[in-house]
């Protein structure tokens, strides 16, 4: 597991197509050894990448996700889009797996169709939403 920082936490996104991401406070805490404990406990047929934040010194990455005084938390991302981030309670291993091994099934050509036409709607919401006086043409 690889420490991530605003200097190389962009880089494995855009590089890795699955990615388990641990938030820590302490990089002394016992969360980070009992995290790759469970991931090593995992039978998905593809790996994944795995990396942890340290919270305190990073934060602008914990405040991207929103997560930044809610700790330990778990970030999955697939294909760089976020499937799950929130904090987690690393005493329930199983809760943990089913979630991850829920990402890992996911159909991500759907997800990404279904990204695609959620955006659309809501361009066309926005284009509704223009005053018909400045469609007129001068």
């Known amino acids: 597991m690889i420490e991530l920082t605003n200097d190389n936490f962009h880089q494995v996104v855009a590089n890795e197509p699955r990615v388990l991401v641990l938030f820590t406070g302490d990089p002394k805490e016992g969360d980070q050894t009992a995290f790759t404990a469970l991931c090593d406990s995992i039978s998905n047929p593809a790996p994944w990448h795995r990396g942890v934040v340290n919270a305190l010194s990073s934060p602008d990455i914990a405040a991207m996700f929103g997560i930044s005084n809610r700790l330990p938390a778990l970030l999955i991302m697939r294909d760089q889009v976020v499937l799950y981030c929130d ?29 695609r036409e959620l955006r659309n709607n809501q361009a066309w919401l926005f284009e509704r939403r223009v005053c018909p006086a400045s469609r007129r043409r001068r």
């Open 87 to 115: 904090p987690i309670d690393m005493t329930s291993g199983g809760e943990i797996r089913t979630i991850i091994n829920r990402a890992a099934a996911l159909n991500m050509e759907t997800v990404h169709r279904n990204i």
